[in-house]
Structure formats: C-alpha cells, structure tokens
C-alpha cells in the first residue's frame, strides 16, 4: 500500500526555518512534490524533485529560500525553508508523481500525504 506521510510543521517566527519531512512507502521511482494550501486560497505548487534528486524545480518566488532533497535510502523527501515569512502560513502536502518527469500541477500527482501544518508569526 502506498503512503505518504508529512512531519515537522509547527509555529515559528520571521525569519526562522522548518525542515519538512515525507515519509514514503508503495512506491518508488518517481517524482516527489511539495504543495501548500492556506485558508481560502488555491493549491500551491512548492517545489518538486526527480527520483535521482538530480533535478529539482521551484516556484519562482520560492527559489532561494527553499531546498527540495531526498534520500532514497529513507524513502523520504525533505522540504528546508529559510527566511520564513508570514505569506508561507499554509498547510503543506507532499505528494507522488505519477512518473519520474517533473511537474508543477496538481493534477499531475496521483498519491498525496495529510498535510503539515506551517504557521509563521510576527
């Protein structure tokens, strides 16, 4: 069976970091992502990784504050994020690609995780 499961969340303040972690099970050789949801807005794509870790993608407001990574090993993939700001208060999912091409739509992920919660505070 496949499951995915998210942890490391919690409330930190401006500025401060969380490394988020996915725990993988039922499947491999494929794409991993991170999403984000805050209340009343869209799904949002975070950043996304190739089964190697050999080429990952960011949203371009993202990109240098966040790291996707992964060890295969642990069948996990982590999310760092740096520099946190109020506007990343969200929950965040991880989720499996349904091959190994990276993609930045929702749709595109066919198994997803529960969510962590993200809260930044001033």
């Known amino acids: 069976q496949v499951q995915l499961v998210e942890s490391g969340g919690g409330l930190v303040q401006v500025g401060g970091s969380l490394r988020l972690s996915c725990a993988a099970s039922?499947?491999?050789?494929?794409?991993m992502g991170w999403f984000r949801q805050a209340p009343g807005k869209e799904r949002e794509f975070v950043a996304a990784?190739?089964?190697?870790?050999?080429?990952?993608s960011y949203a371009d407001s993202l990109k240098g504050r966040f790291t996707i990574s992964r060890d295969n090993a642990k069948n996990t993939v982590y999310l760092q994020m740096n520099s946190l700001k109020p506007e990343d208060t969200a929950v965040y999912y991880c989720?499996?690609?349904?091959?190994?091409?990276?993609?930045?739509?929702?749709?595109?992920?066919?198994?997803w995780g529960q969510g962590t919660q993200v809260t930044v505070s001033t």
């Open positions: 989720a499996a690609d349904r091959d190994n091409y990276l993609s930045r739509g929702a749709s595109e992920y066919g198994y």
């Open positions: 039922g499947l491999s050789g494929r794409a």
């Open positions: 990784i190739t089964w190697s870790g050999r080429t990952t």
